[in-house]
């Protein structure tokens, strides 16, 4: 299979903006990217970046899109119902942007309401929006077990499914997954390195997670699309330049690409 490879445009990347991200990206080799959607007043904002990516000749396989108040989607109050409008906002921008997959979280933090049939319902009432303009939706694992279990075993749709997170997974689930339970339905991926002290978003290989393990675990799901990093310039990065960094990302993205190919 020729699995392509891809990374975000990260705006918590310090000391370069978007655009400077973006030519680094492009430089690095990469083709794909994802974007963060996330709302916010960003500078270069999310509208010029996806005009500058494109200019790039570069493609937009997903969009993160934001997560502030996420909780508020279990909550019995309205607010609840202010988010489902916000996010067919972003679901419909993204069809009118050519995105094809909307990654987003279900919770926020280490503290949530329970999943309930409130919530459950306006998660449906979004899938099914995003079906209708024939855009995937894809749930990412987070700090919390059991909100994508209650998600997906109650809604039956064929453009939902999940985000896996590979940061995520070993910080904040001690590597404790049910791939099994996902077959099928990962529509992208999250790929990034941590000591399991925090979520560092560091280079794949430079943490502690078992690459061979996660990369033979995902195959076992069917996954078959991009091998997408999601890193962050910061840190002690900073002392390689930006092009270095995404340089060093691309011939990691390859690395992971040969093991994912080892595993066909």
Known sequence: MN????????????????????????????????????????????EEQIKYIREKGLNIIFAHLGYQNINDIWSKKSDGDKLVERYKNDIKD???????????????K??????NEVGLKRIQEIV??????????AFENTKIKGYLEYVLDNIHNENLGICFDAGHYHVHFNDEFDFNKF????????????????????????????????????????????????????RGYLKMSVEDFYKKGYEIGEKLKLMFDNEE
């Open 3 to 46: 699995r392509e490879i891809a990374v975000v445009v990260n705006n918590s990347n310090k000391s370069v903006n978007a655009f400077e991200t973006i030519d680094a990206i492009k430089k690095a080799g990469f083709k794909n990217v994802f974007i963060q959607w996330y709302d916010k007043d960003f500078n270069p904002s999310q």
């Open 94 to 108: 993204m069809k009118e942007n050519g995105v094809p997959i909307v990654v987003m979280h279900l919770t926020s």
């Open 110 to 115: 280490y503290d949530a309401p329970p999943y």
């Open 128 to 137: 099914d929006y995003a079906e209708s303009l024939g855009i995937k939706v």
């Open 183 to 234: 077959k099928n339905k990962v529509f992208a991926v999250h790929l990034h390195d941590n000591d399991k002290t925090d979520d560092l978003h560091l280079l794949p290989f430079d943490g502690t997670l078992d690459w061979e393990n996660v990369t033979k675990k995902l195959k076992s799901t069917n996954y078959n699309g991009p091998v997408t990093l999601e890193l962050c310039y910061r």
